[in-house]
């Protein structure tokens, strides 16, 4: 598997010979580590969206929480396959895994935001939910696109003086 000029050094670590035990290994810890990271957003930015919520107001809270991270998740994936797919092709093999799978597989909740979604259309609030479904997605495909974007800005290489084809950029 090739990317841009043969950079990509590594072949996927599922597609490699011999024991996937070390892959499984660091997805694992990655997941908790991301876990752990989406539970600590929660807490620092709570939504009220627990069921005393709702039966208290009789609506259910926007979920700007699992929002946030899904968004802010895909902005970093996107940053992470320019960084190591374009950037830092020596990076060690299982740090991919490790970041992207794990760590950010563990961090991002689309399965909440179905649940969410799921609240919201059962709680009578249909113009939320559709609004959300769109607004997550919309943010998300924003999200990566960004990353990618702004990352391969930050670490493109510098020009050389006179190295330009003599036009102006």
């Not at 609506?59 to 902005?75: H, I, K, R, S, Y």
């Not at 597989?105 to 799921?118: A, K």
């Not at 919309?138 to 036009?167: D, E, K, M, Q, Y």
């Amino acid at each position: 598997m090739h990317l841009v000029n043969d950079l990509h050094l590594h072949p996927h670590p599922d597609h490699t010979e011999g024991s996937r035990a070390p892959v499984v290994a660091v997805v694992a810890v990655g997941g908790a580590v991301g876990a752990l990271l989406r539970y600590g957003a929660s807490l620092a930015w709570p939504n009220g969206s627990d069921a005393h919520a709702l039966w208290r107001t009789g609506e259910a809270a926007f979920p700007w929480t699992t929002l946030f991270v899904n968004v802010v998740g895909c902005f970093l994936m996107g940053v992470l396959t320019v960084s190591l797919k374009e950037r830092f092709v020596r990076a060690p093999r299982l740090l991919n895994p490790f970041l992207g799978t794990g760590v950010l597989g563990g961090f991002t909740t689309f399965s909440s935001y179905t649940d969410d979604t799921r609240r919201l259309f059962e709680n009578d609030q249909a113009g939320t939910a559709v609004g959300y479904l769109v607004l997550t997605v919309a943010g998300a495909l924003a999200g990566v696109s960004l990353g990618v974007a702004l990352t391969r800005t930050v670490l493109r290489p510098p020009r050389r003086a006179g190295s330009g084809s003599g036009r102006d950029a």
